[in-house]
C-alpha cells in the first residue's frame, strides 16, 4: 500500500473516531474562564454506546437526579465520554445558570477539548431545596421562590449580604446604620422573617421585631446561592417564617475524582470610594477522593459613609449631618462638620472564618463539619447619634453596639441509601454561640450605660424523604431547639471608672427558650401537568424566665413562663397547562411564638419611650392565600405575577401601658412613656409582584420586578396602618454575557410612604423621615468585570450615578451617594 493511501486512512481514523487519550471534555465559563463543577455531558454515539438524554426532553429542575446517572464535570472542569465516541456523534452539555451546549464531538476535539458555556442570566427551572428541605424543581413547588446564585454573588460584589439582598429587587432592606441591614419581605421585618444557614436557624430567643442586622454576620464572599421562599413557611420551619424564608447556603469543599488532590483557591481585595471600604478575602480548598478542605477568610472595615449630595430640598436637607458629639479634654463637645454629606460616625469593621471539613467514606454516607465565626468591632448607632435637642445639641455622646459575635458549630449527616424508611435523610447537629451589647451614654452625662446580651443556641434536625411509587413523595422530620439567654448591665463612670448596678435589658435571673416540632409534607404528581403538595406541622414553644433584682422595675412578678402549641398547615395546586404556562395556588398558616424579646425585655424603642415586659402575650397566627401565573416564550422570556392575601391574628405591636398605675417612668434618665408589646387583635396584608425576565438574545438578558404591599391593623377605633409595611418598590436591569466580559445597567426604585401611611407604633421611625414622610427616589448604576486569563479579573462599579440623597423606608441612616467599586480578583 503507498505511503499517500496510509496517510489517507490515517486522517479518516482521525476524524471519525477518537481514542481514550482525547475522551475527556473540559467545560469552562465563557465569562470568567473558570472551570465548571457539575456539568452534565451527554452523548449519542452510533455504535450504541451513548448516554444520551434528548435536549428538547432534558428538565433542568431534575439536574439532581441527572447527576446520579449521567457523567458530569469535576473540580477541574473534566468529563470522561466514552473512547468509542464518533467525531461526527452529537454531545449535549447542561448546567442550571448556563446556556445548553449542543455540538459534534469532532467540533469539541477541534477546539482543544474545550468547551465554553455562555451565562443565561435568568434560567428557568431552578432547584430549590428551602421549599421543603430536599430538592425540588422550582415549577413544581407552589410557593414562590427566588434563587441568587454564587456567580450572581461575585459578579455583583456587594459590601454585605444584606446589600445581595437588596440587589433581589424582591426584598427591601432597612437600616439604622451602616452596619445595619433589615430584611422586610411581603411587610414583615426581623423575627418575623426567617434567616437560615446550612440547614440551622439564625432566629434565637432575642430576635426582635423591630429591626435587625444578622444576615450581615454572614460572609457573602462564601456563599454558593441563596434562596428566598416567600410567604409562611412555618409548616417546614416551624416559629418566626411569617413573611418567608431567606436560607443563606456556604460553598462546600470540592472532591478530587483522581488520585491526585485538587488544590485551588481564590482570593479578591475591593476599595469602594463612598465609605473608602476596604476589603480582602481569600479561601482556598484541598479535596481528595473521600475529604475535601475549604478555609476562607474576609476583613472588612468601613470609614464614614458619604451620603448622596444631589436632590436636597427643605425636607430632606433635615439628613445633613451638621454637627456631631466628640470628647474633648474630657468634656463633651459639639463640633461643626465641615462635610455635612459625611455621615460621621458610621464607620467599623468585620472579620469572617469559615472551615468546612467533607468525608465521604462511600456512596452511602457524607460527613460534613461546618464552623463559621464572625465578629465586628464597635458599631456606631447613627440614627441614635444624629439625635438633637430642642437647642441643636446632640442627645447622646455615646450609642454604639460593642462587638457583634456569632459563632456556629455543625455537624451534618447525609444518608443515601435507601430503605424503606427513607431513601435520602439529613442529620443536623448545631451550636451556635452570640454574643452582643449596646453601650449609651447621654451629652455631657457622665455614666455610660453598658447592657450585655449571651445566646447559646442548640438544636437538632432531622429530615427524610421516601419517594412512594412513581408520583407521590413524602417528606418528614423532626426539630428540637434550646435557647439559654444570660443578660447583664453596668453604668460605667466615664472620668473616674467606678462601676455601679443598672438595669438589664432581659430577665437577670437568665431565660430559657425552647422547641420541639414534628412535621411531613407530601406532593403528588397527578399528571405531567398537576401537582399537588400539601404539609402540617405540629409545635410546642416553651419559654421561662426569672427576674432576680427588681430595684429597679418593681414588677408584681418574679418569674415570667409560657406554654405553646401550634397546628401549621399548607396546601397548593400547580397547573402547567403547557405552551409555557405555569398557574400555582396555594394556602398556608404560620405562627410566631412570643420569645424571650417579646414577652420580657425591657428597652427604648423610640426617645422618650419605654416598654416593659408583658408576660401575658400569645402567638401570632396568620393565614395566607396566594395565586402565581407565570407565562415562558418559547425563547425562554418570562412573565409572571403573584398576587397574596394574609389574614393575621394576635399581631403583636407596642401600645399605650401604664407601670404601678403611671403612664411615664424615668429609663436611663429620661421621663419616658410606659409602653408594653401588646396583642392587638386583627391585621391584613395583601400585596402583589410582578417580573419580568429573560435573555433577550445569546449575550443580552433584561428583567424587571416591581413589589406592592398594603396592610392595616385593626385597633378598637378603626383600622390604623401596620408597621415595617414597605412602599411600592423594585428593580429593573439589563445584561451583557461575552467571553471574558459581563456588564449591567440596572436602576433601584422605592414608591413614596405618605405620613398617614406610617404606623403609630414607632418601628417605622418616622423621626428619621421627613416632615412628609419618606420620599419616592431611583438609582442609576452600571458593573462590569472583565477576566484577562483564567487566574485574573478586574470589576468596576459606578452606584448612584446621579449621587442622589435618599433613605430606604424606616431607616435612620441615608444611603450611599456616588460609590466607585473596584474589585481584583485572583483564581489559583
Known amino acids: 500500500m503507498s505511503k499517500k493511501y496510509l496517510l489517507l486512512l490515517a486522517t479518516v481514523l482521525l476524524c471519525t473516531t477518537v481514542n481514550a487519550q482525547l475522551s475527556t471534555i473540559k467545560v469552562y465559563d465563557n465569562a470568567t474562564l473558570q472551570p465548571l463543577t457539575g456539568a452534565l455531558v451527554f452523548y449519542k454515539s452510533t455504535n450504541g454506546d451513548s448516554l444520551w438524554v434528548n435536549p428538547t426532553d432534558f428538565d433542568i429542575a431534575q439536574y439532581p437526579n441527572y447527576l446520579l446517572k449521567y457523567p458530569a464535570t469535576n473540580a477541574t472542569g473534566e468529563a470522561s465520554v466514552s473512547q468509542y465516541v464518533y467525531a461526527s456523534d452529537t454531545v449535549f452539555i447542561a448546567m442550571p445558570g448556563y446556556a445548553f451546549y449542543k455540538s459534534t464531538y469532532g467540533s469539541i476535539v477541534a477546539a482543544g477539548n474545550k468547551v465554553y458555556l455562555g451565562i443565561k442570566a435568568y434560567t428557568l427551572g431552578d432547584v430549590v431545596v428551602a421549599a421543603n428541605r430536599f430538592e425540588e424543581g422550582r415549577d413544581y413547588v407552589p410557593q414562590l421562590t427566588q434563587v441568587i446564585s454564587s456567580k450572581t454573588i461575585a459578579f455583583q460584589s456587594q459590601q454585605t449580604t444584606a446589600d445581595i439582598l437588596q440587589q433581589s429587587g424582591n426584598v427591601l432592606v432597612q437600616k439604622s446604620q451602616q452596619g445595619g441591614g433589615s430584611p422586610s419581605i411581603r411587610g414583615f421585618e426581623a423575627s418575623r422573617v426567617l434567616a437560615v444557614v446550612d440547614g440551622v436557624r439564625m432566629n434565637n430567643a432575642i430576635f426582635r421585631a423591630g429591626h435587625l442586622q444578622n444576615v450581615l454576620r454572614i460572609d457573602n464572599s462564601m456563599l454558593d446561592h441563596v434562596e428566598l421562599v416567600f410567604g409562611p413557611g412555618s409548616t417546614v420551619y416551624g416559629s418566626d417564617a411569617l413573611g418567608g424564608v431567606m436560607h443563606f447556603y456556604t460553598k462546600d469543599p470540592v472532591f478530587s475524582t483522581t488520585d491526585k488532590p485538587v488544590v485551588k483557591g481564590g482570593a479578591f481585595a475591593r476599595y469602594s470610594t463612598a465609605n473608602n471600604e476596604v476589603t480582602g478575602h481569600v479561601d482556598f480548598n484541598i479535596g481528595l477522593k473521600k475529604g475535601g478542605f475549604l478555609t476562607g477568610f474576609t476583613y472588612s472595615k468601613f470609614g464614614d459613609l458619604r451620603q448622596g449630595g444631589q436632590g436636597y430640598d427643605s425636607l430632606t436637607s433635615v439628613w445633613k449631618r451638621n454637627v456631631y458629639a466628640d470628647r474633648i479634654n474630657g468634656v463633651d463637645t459639639v463640633m461643626a462638620n465641615n462635610d455635612p454629606n459625611k455621615q460621621i460616625s458610621t464607620g467599623y469593621s468585620q472579620y469572617d472564618i469559615i472551615q468546612k471539613v467533607l468525608f465521604r467514606p462511600n456512596q452511602n454516607y457524607l460527613h460534613t463539619l461546618n464552623f463559621q465565626f464572625s465578629n465586628t468591632g464597635n458599631v456606631p448607632r447613627y440614627d441614635r447619634l444624629t439625635e438633637l435637642d430642642v437647642n441643636g445639641v446632640p442627645k447622646s455622646s455615646e450609642w454604639y453596639y460593642g462587638p457583634e459575635q456569632r459563632m456556629l458549630i455543625a455537624y451534618k449527616l447525609d444518608l443515601f441509601k435507601a430503605n424503606k424508611a427513607f431513601d435520602k435523610g439529613r442529620l443536623v447537629l448545631a451550636f451556635q454561640d452570640i454574643k452582643e451589647s449596646r453601650h449609651n451614654r447621654n451629652f455631657g452625662a457622665p455614666n455610660r450605660t453598658d447592657r450585655n446580651e449571651a445566646v447559646k443556641v442548640y ?370
Open 459 to 828: 438544636s437538632l434536625n432531622l429530615d427524610y424523604e421516601k419517594k412512594l411509587g412513581s408520583s407521590n413523595t413524602l417528606r418528614y422530620g423532626v426539630e428540637g431547639t434550646f435557647n439559654n439567654v444570660k443578660s447583664t448591665a453596668r453604668r460605667v463612670n466615664v472620668n473616674t471608672g467606678a462601676e455601679s448596678a443598672q438595669s438589664t435589658r432581659y430577665p437577670d435571673g437568665g431565660s430559657q427558650f425552647f422547641t420541639a416540632a414534628v412535621y411531613a409534607t407530601h406532593s403528588w404528581k397527578i399528571s405531567n401537568k398537576l401537582i399537588l403538595s400539601d404539609g402540617l406541622r405540629f409545635s410546642y414553644v416553651g419559654l421561662r424566665a426569672k427576674f432576680i433584682d427588681t430595684t429597679f422595675y418593681p414588677f408584681p412578678f418574679t418569674e415570667a413562663t409560657q406554654n405553646n402549641t401550634a397546628l401549621s398547615g399548607n396546601i397548593g395546586l400547580v397547573y402547567l397547562p403547557g405552551s409555557g404556562f405555569r398557574i400555582a395556588a396555594l394556602a398556608s398558616t404560620g405562627f410566631r411564638a412570643p420569645n424571650v424579646d417579646d414577652l420580657t425585655k425591657i428597652f427604648d424603642s423610640a426617645p422618650g419611650t419605654v416598654v416593659l415586659p408583658n408576660p401575658d402575650l400569645k402567638p401570632e397566627k396568620t393565614v395566607n392565600a396566594e395565586l402565581t401565573i407565570s407565562k415562558t416564550f418559547s425563547k425562554g422570556f418570562t412573565i409572571e405575577a403573584n398576587g397574596y392575601y394574609t389574614w393575621m391574628r394576635n399581631q403583636l405591636s407596642v401600645g399605650p401601658s401604664t407601670f404601678n398605675g403611671q403612664d411615664s417612668i424615668l429609663y436611663d434618665g429620661t421621663l419616658s412613656a410606659v409602653r408594653t408589646i401588646q396583642n392587638n387583635n386583627r391585621a391584613f396584608i395583601y400585596g402583589g409582584y410582578f417580573a419580568v425576565r429573560g435573555d433577550i438574545t445569546s449575550y443580552l438578558a433584561a428583567s424587571a420586578a416591581i413589589n406592592y404591599t398594603y396592610g392595616r391593623v385593626n385597633l378598637k377605633d378603626a383600622a390604623a396602618p401596620l408597621d415595617h409595611v414597605a412602599p411600592l418598590f423594585g428593580r429593573v436591569g439589563i445584561m451583557l454575557n461575552l467571553k471574558k466580559f459581563q456588564a449591567e445597567a440596572y436602576t433601584l426604585f422605592n414608591g413614596k410612604k405618605k405620613l398617614e401611611y406610617y404606623s403609630s407604633s414607632g418601628e417605622d421611625n418616622l423621626q428619621y423621615a421627613t416632615a412628609d414622610g419618606m420620599p419616592a427616589w431611583y438609582t442609576l448604576n452600571l458593573r462590569a468585570a472583565y477576566q484577562f486569563n483564567k487566574t485574573l479579573q478586574l470589576q468596576a462599579a459606578l452606584e448612584n450615578i446621579l449621587d442622589r440623597n435618599y433613605r430606604v423606608f424606616a431607616s435612620g441612616i441615608s444611603a450611599p451617594g456616588r460609590n466607585l467599586m473596584l474589585t481584583l480578583r485572583c483564581n489559583f
